[in-house]
Structures are given as C-alpha cells and as structure tokens.
C-alpha cells in the first residue's frame, strides 16, 4: 500500500493599526503534514465473450439458434455460453432486444434462462423449455433489461435463448424474416 504524504500549508496575516502611535505588523505561518491513506486502486481487464466463450467479438452470429419458419405458437431455443475472459468481476445485462422488422417483432417473445449446463437448454424447434426461471420472459419489443448479474473472472454462465412466435401472430406474417439482435451490457462488478 502505498501512502501518500499531504502537506498543509495555512498563512495568516494580522494588521494592527492604532492611529497615533506606531504600527505594528505580525504574520506567522504554519506548516504541518500528516499521512493519509490512499485507499486500493484497482484495474484489470473487462472482457463479456459469448457463443463459443473463447473468442472476443463485437457482435456474434448465433446460428445455434434455429427459429426459421416458425409457425404461430412455436419457438426456437439454443444455450449461449456468456464468459469472464477479464481479470475483475463484470455484472452484465440484456440491455436490450429488437428485431429488424417490427412487424414480426412484435409478435416474437424472448425468453432468456440461466441454466447450469448447455445440456439443460436442448437446442431446436419446440424444445422443452428449461425448469429454472427465467430473467426475461417478454414480447420481444419490449423486453426490459434483465436483472444483473455477475460473473467473476474466469466464469461462464449459460443462458438458454428462446424466440417464439405469438400463437395468435396474424397470417400477414407469414413469409416475414427478420434478424433478432440481443444486446448484451457489462460493466466492472
């Protein structure tokens, strides 16, 4: 630890005027230091990796997740591996979910689970939906950002992505596409 050294200095200044008789000034000034500790700095690396958990990229191709021609009523649903490849605790976030037709955005749902293992989310159309509970259970349109969580160096976490298509989703989406874009925040935990 390293202690940083603070030096005061305080001048005060004092005029005496007495009228008729002889002036006088006095002025004194004071030094003192004291040592202070300058608390913990810290610094590292921050670094969110996901799908493969090995590779830092900006954006990330998450061709796991098969949920072409959905019908109404039916989902896709693949694990994303989200890592710590950084040296300090990171709290991340879904801070949000679009798509890029709003007309079939609004009648996707996302829904987003952290589960132990990539086993427990099974990949494909109509897989069975994870037991543990969900941090985003929501239109994808208007999905709020999720709870934080962290993750400390080091550390995976899986999330089970699922994107379905609303049962009562009108026939005038059919034939739509769309590309479904999840932003994910992380900060210094």
Do not use: I, K
């Not at 590779?55 to 959905?70: I, K, N, P």
């Not at 890592?83 to 990171?90: D, H, M, Y």
């Not at 589960?115 to 969900?134: F, L």
């Amino acid at each position: 630890m390293r202690r940083v050294r603070l030096l005061v200095v305080v001048a005060a200044t004092a005029l005496l005027v007495v009228t008729g008789w002889s002036t006088a000034g006095t002025g004194a000034s004071w030094v003192d230091s004291a040592d202070l500790d300058g608390g913990v700095v810290r610094s590292g690396e921050l670094s969110l990796l996901t799908g493969d958990a090995v590779t830092q990229v900006s954006a990330y191709r998450f061709d796991q997740l098969q949920a072409g021609r959905l019908r109404p009523g039916h989902h896709g649903q693949a694990p994303l591996v989200l890592a710590n490849a950084g040296s300090v605790p990171l709290r991340h976030v879904l801070a949000g979910a679009t798509a890029s037709e709003p007309r079939l955005g609004a009648a996707l749902r996302l829904v987003l689970t952290p589960v132990p293992t990539t086993a427990a989310c099974p990949s494909g159309p109509d897989a069975a939906a994870p037991a543990w509970t969900p941090l985003v259970d929501a239109p994808l349109g208007s999905a709020a950002p999720s709870a934080p969580r962290v993750l400390a160096p080091g550390a995976r976490e899986v999330v089970c992505v699922r994107v379905g298509l609303a049962a009562q989703a009108p026939s005038t989406l059919q034939a739509l596409t769309s590309t479904v874009v999840l932003t994910f925040r992380a900060e210094v935990a």
